[in-house]
């Protein structure tokens, strides 16, 4: 989703006197306001389970990745976590999820690859309310190590909805479908987030996550974390969670890195 970020702040400057003062802010104001709303803001996917309703901008690439600690039964340690996004057109974008590292440890002892996704986000246009909405379907295919992959295709699709409640708060909710695994097992998932604006250029989330599974008890999840923009197109971000039902993780905690390449 959309972590929320306030704007940076501005400083009155030390005035000057009468006409002088008036012709400099005219001049400041014409060349700077075209540069300002040529570059869309940083819209990420991560680190929330939530993804934002918002395309990448067309012929952008924005690459997203991160590191997972994960307490399940068994410590799982989780690396890259690669997302590529390319805007292919006004509110469509191509989405490959590349494949992470996975080591294992306590009590099981493996390495390898995780399977590899490929898929797109369709922006929905505006309507008269005030959500903003997408779909994002996703083909994950069985690329990965032995003892890392689904060993077939795994398709899904997601509807996400976020809005603005206030200049400091905004919240969504997505619905997951899935078919995964031998079985084809499917699965259905919910999320809800609140995102909000803790100070300049740092915004925070707190969100539940459900999972639902024929003939597997129900996961429910807490998660929280922070997002910074340390540059316009460059945000980093930390997040932790845990399960409140058997069937969730016990403890997980990460941290990423977001960048976006415009054309």
Do not use: C
Not at 189 to 217: C, K, S
Not at 236 to 251: K, W
Request: glycine letters at 8%; a negative charge.
């Amino acid at each position: 989703m959309t972590i929320r970020h306030l704007p940076a702040s501005h400083t009155a400057a030390s005035p000057i006197h009468g006409r002088l003062a008036v012709l400099l802010a005219l001049i400041l104001a014409a060349s700077s306001a075209p540069a300002l709303s040529q570059v869309a803001p940083l819209i990420t996917d991560r680190p929330d389970f939530t993804e934002s309703a918002a395309a990448v901008p067309v012929g952008s690439f924005q690459f997203e990745g991160g590191l997972t600690f994960e307490d399940s039964g068994v410590d799982a340690l989780i690396f890259g976590e690669p997302l590529i996004r390319y805007g292919l057109r006004e509110r469509l974008e191509l989405r490959f999820g590349l494949p992470s590292i996975v080591s294992l440890d306590d009590p099981v002892d493996d390495t390898g690859l995780s399977d590899l996704s490929v898929g797109f986000k369709l922006e929905l246009p505006p309507t008269s309310t005030a959500w903003d909405m997408a779909v994002i379907g996703t083909l994950s295919l069985p690329t990965g190590s032995d003892n890392f992959t689904s060993d077939t295709i795994d398709p899904s699709a997601i509807f996400v909805a976020s809005r603005d409640i206030s200049d400091r708060l905004s919240f969504a909710t997505q619905a997951r479908g899935a078919i995964e695994g031998d079985d084809n097992d499917a699965v259905l998932e919910a999320t809800a987030v609140f995102g909000y604006a803790l100070r300049e250029n740092l915004g925070g989330f707190a969100e539940i996550a459900t999972r639902f599974q024929d003939n597997v008890d129900t996961g429910v999840t807490l998660h929280t974390g922070v997002s910074s923009l340390i540059k316009e197109l460059l945000q980093v971000d930390v997040h932790l969670g845990f399960g409140l039902t058997d069937t969730a993780p016990d403890f997980f905690i990460g941290a990423g890195l977001s960048y976006r390449l415009d054309r």
